[in-house]
């Protein structure tokens, strides 16, 4: 019923308005107290200038209570007058795998390291296991009752429209979910033995500075996922593989910083997550997320999958050269012993297996170079998802779980 004067009448609501209006026309009267102590000689003061005595603020710290905003300018602590590029999460480099190797000195080989392929061609995924693989994809990607706000489409046709936002398992969520589906099913395959060998930590984050012809660059990343073990892996023979047999990539007339960001404000020094003392320590598999919104380049254009697989490539670099500087000092050049991890790199869909050998940190040698075997991804699922309300998961690749194996018993 809409609410109009009749209706008013006939309810308290038009009493109380009319009432205000009322109260509201009233003139408060003089009671004339003040004249009289004024003819008296007695000065009227406000409370408020009396009772409330003036004192400086004084900033208290509080337990708990979060500190305010530090300013980025030079008064931020880690202010440096000398600028660097910094190389994050969320920055891609503008030639990929090409830059990757020129910064790195690495030498790239597309294929696994002999030996694994040949353990690879070895190793058969029982019935059971692939059965129980497949299910947890499901539960995985379309079972889990998380719903969010999904990323944002757009139609490359029309990229002013945005289509309607969907709810759904958001793309963090699900890369987790799905690689510790996939370690759970890896520890299944090795057995107690192995087991008792590996660890798994998250977000483990990695910081390493590095000089490159003068040029001072930061890594400062983090692996999402990474399984650590009592024993190193076992460094390949550069006898065999002849990493200076390769040339590198001439990046003229491009700097091989380019794209990466400078800043002032930033960490020198080496960090790596877990105490040497500990008897898990060493680096065994890094597992990468890699969604559409994690990365993007600074010129707006698309993400190449190339530029994807250098990512990989700076992050493997970083977990190895921040142990290997743990072990041997933080000015180290010429490692005693290569230090060697494995990366495996998800989108949640496609699958990217990659290893990386350490050999030397002096990143301008010309008589020692690190290497890197990479594999071609491949998609562990054509497609994952409700089909006319019914759960559903084509073309399921089992060689996903079977990689993967390989890597976690190596």
């Known amino acids: 019923m809409r609410l109009t004067n009749t209706l008013l009448r006939q309810h308290i609501g038009f009493y109380f308005k009319k009432h205000w209006l009322q109260q509201g026309k009233r003139v408060p009267n003089s009671t004339k107290a003040e004249e009289e102590l004024v003819a008296r000689g007695i000065t009227v003061v406000d409370p408020k200038d009396v009772l409330k005595e003036q004192h400086p603020r004084q900033d208290f710290k509080i337990a708990g209570m979060v500190p305010p905003p530090v300013a980025?300018?030079?008064?931020?602590?880690?202010?440096?007058?000398?600028?660097?590029?910094?190389?994050?999460?969320?920055?891609?480099?503008?030639?990929?795998?090409?830059?990757?190797?020129?910064?790195?000195?690495?030498?790239?080989?597309?294929?696994?390291?002999?030996?694994?392929?040949?353990?690879?061609?070895?190793?058969?995924?029982?019935?059971?296991l692939d059965r129980s693989m497949q299910q947890a994809v499901l539960s995985a990607l379309v079972f889990d009752t998380e719903q969010v706000k999904t990323a944002i489409v757009k139609v490359p046709e029309r990229p002013a429209y945005k289509l309607p936002r969907t709810y759904g398992i958001s793309e963090g969520r699900r890369n987790k979910l799905i690689l510790s589906k996939l370690v759970t099913h890896c520890e299944r395959f090795a057995g107690r033995p192995v087991n008792a060998t590996r660890k798994v930590?998250?977000?483990?984050?990695?910081?390493?500075?590095?000089?490159?012809?003068?040029?001072?660059?930061?890594?400062?990343?983090?692996?999402?996922?990474?399984?650590?073990?009592?024993?190193?892996?076992?460094?390949?023979?550069?006898?065999?593989?002849?990493?200076?047999?390769?040339?590198?990539?001439?990046?003229?007339?491009?700097?091989?910083?380019?794209?990466?960001?400078?800043?002032?404000?930033?960490?020198?020094?080496?960090?790596?997550?877990?105490?040497?003392?500990?008897?898990?320590?060493?680096?065994?598999?890094?597992?990468?997320h890699c969604s559409p919104s994690d990365v993007k380049n600074a010129t707006e254009?698309?993400?190449?999958?190339?530029?994807?697989?250098?990512?990989?490539?700076?992050?493997?670099?970083?977990?190895?050269a921040a142990r290997a500087r743990q072990l041997y000092g933080d000015e180290v050049k010429a490692l005693p012993n290569p230090v060697t991890v494995q990366a495996v790199q998800t989108d949640s869909k496609t699958f990217h297996f990659s290893v990386?050998?350490?050999?030397?940190?002096?990143?301008?040698?010309?008589?020692?170079?690190?290497?890197?075997?990479?594999?071609?991804?491949?998609?562990?699922?054509?497609?994952?998802?409700?089909?006319?309300?019914?759960?559903?998961?084509?073309?399921?690749?089992?060689?996903?779980?079977r990689h993967l194996a390989v890597f976690y018993s190596n």
């Open 72 to 128: 980025f300018d030079e008064s931020h602590p880690l202010w440096k007058s000398e600028p660097a590029f910094v190389y994050g999460d969320t920055n891609l480099l503008l030639e990929g795998v090409r830059q990757a190797q020129a910064l790195l000195n690495t030498a790239v080989y597309d294929d696994l390291p002999l030996k694994m392929e040949e353990k690879l061609d070895q190793t058969k995924i029982t019935t059971q």
């Open 201 to 288: 930590v998250y977000d483990a984050q990695f910081i390493v500075p590095i000089v490159k012809d003068t040029e001072r660059v930061l890594l400062n990343m983090k692996a999402e996922s990474m399984i650590i073990s009592s024993d190193p892996l076992k460094a390949l023979d550069t006898s065999i593989y002849r990493p200076m047999d390769l040339e590198l990539p001439n990046m003229f007339p491009l700097k091989m910083t380019v794209s990466i960001p400078t800043q002032n404000i930033y960490d020198w020094r080496n960090v790596y997550p877990i105490s040497r003392n500990y008897k898990l320590s060493h680096p065994h598999t890094i597992l990468l």
């Open 301 to 320: 254009l698309p993400v190449t999958r190339d530029q994807i697989e250098g990512r990989t490539m700076m992050k493997a670099f970083a977990v190895a």
């Open 356 to 401: 990386y050998q350490l050999n030397t940190l002096d990143l301008s040698s010309t008589t020692e170079r690190n290497m890197w075997f990479r594999k071609a991804p491949f998609d562990l699922y054509s497609q994952c998802g409700y089909v006319i309300g019914k759960p559903t998961l084509e073309d399921y690749n089992k060689d996903v779980l």
